[in-house]
T-cell receptor
Framework: DAGVIQSPRHEVTEMGQEVTLRCKPI?????LFWYRQTMMRGLELLIY????????DSGMPEDRFSAKMPNASFSTLKIQPSEPRDSAVYFC????????????FGQGTRLTVV | AQSVAQPEDQVNVAEGNPLTVKCTYS??????LFWYVQYPNRGLQFLLK??????LVKGSYGFEAEFNKSQTSFHLKKPSALVSDSALYFC????????FGAGTILRVKS
C-alpha cells in the first residue's frame, strides 16, 4: 500500500482565496483524521471521521473550515476564505479502527497564505 | 476529555547514553497510548503503543515505553541513543479521539 496520500504537498495562495486539501486514506481503514501543525499550537485535531461520518469537529477553528468524506477513499479539507493565520502544515491520518490501532500519517500539505 | 503533557520541550543526550522522553496523560477509562516520531518535513511515524498487558512495551528502532498507571505516565526510553534518533517525538492518547502532546525535541550529540 502506498500509505496515506495527500495533495498538494505545498500550496501558496492569496488571502481570500479558497483552498482545498485532499487526502486518500489507506485502503480498508475506516477512521480518518485531519490535523493542523503550527509552531505556536503544535498538533491540533481538527476533525475526524468514522466510516465516512464526521464524529467530532470541535477542533475546526471556525466556519471558514469545512471537511467532507464522500466515500471511504477520499476526504477534503476546505478553507474559504483563507487567511494568513491559516498558514500551517495540514496532516491527514487514517487508522483501521480508531481507538487501539495506530494512525498512519500522510506527508502533509504545507499551506502558506499571503 | 483526554489530554497529554510532555513536560520537556527539548531533551539533550550524548550518543551511547540512555534516553528518556517523558509523557503523562489524563483520560477516562482504560488508556490507549502511543508514541510517534517526526523527522523534518515529514509526517508522523508510529513507534509503539500500549493497549493492555505488559507495562513495558517494545517498539521500532530499539525504543520502548513504560506504562505506569498510578503515575499516569508513559515515558519513552532507549538504552543507547543514536545521533539518528534526533527528531521530534509525540506522545498521544486515545480516549474518544486521538490527542497529541506538544512534542519533545530530542537532540543526540556525538
Amino acid at each position: 500500500d502506498a500509505g496515506v496520500i495527500q495533495s498538494p504537498r505545498h500550496e501558496v495562495t492569496e488571502m481570500g482565496q479558497e483552498v482545498t486539501l485532499r487526502c486518500k486514506p489507506i485502503s480498508g481503514h475506516n477512521s480518518l483524521f485531519w490535523y493542523r501543525q503550527t509552531m505556536m499550537r503544535g498538533l491540533e485535531l481538527l476533525i475526524y471521521f468514522n466510516n465516512n461520518v464526521p464524529i467530532d469537529d470541535s477542533g475546526m477553528p471556525e466556519d471558514r473550515f469545512s471537511a467532507k468524506m464522500p466515500n471511504a477513499s477520499f476526504s477534503t479539507l476546505k478553507i474559504q476564505p483563507s487567511e494568513p493565520r491559516d498558514s500551517a502544515v495540514y496532516f491527514c491520518a487514517s487508522s483501521s479502527r480508531g481507538d487501539n490501532t495506530e494512525a498512519f500519517f500522510g506527508q502533509g500539505t504545507r499551506l502558506t497564505v499571503v | 476529555a483526554q489530554s497529554v503533557a510532555q513536560p520537556e520541550d527539548q531533551v539533550n543526550v550524548a550518543e551511547g547514553n540512555p534516553l528518556t522522553v517523558k509523557c503523562t496523560y489524563s483520560v477516562s477509562g482504560n488508556p490507549y497510548l502511543f508514541w510517534y516520531v517526526q523527522y523534518p518535513n515529514r509526517g508522523l511515524q508510529f513507534l509503539l503503543k500500549y493497549i493492555t498487558g505488559d507495562n513495558l512495551v517494545k517498539g521500532s528502532y530499539g525504543f520502548e515505553a513504560e506504562f505506569n498507571k498510578s503515575q499516569t505516565s508513559f515515558h519513552l526510553k532507549k538504552p543507547s541513543a543514536l545521533v539518528s534518533d534526533s527528531a521530534l517525538y509525540f506522545c498521544a492518547v486515545y480516549g474518544n479521539k486521538l490527542v497529541f502532546g506538544a512534542g519533545t525535541i530530542l537532540r543526540v550529540k556525538s
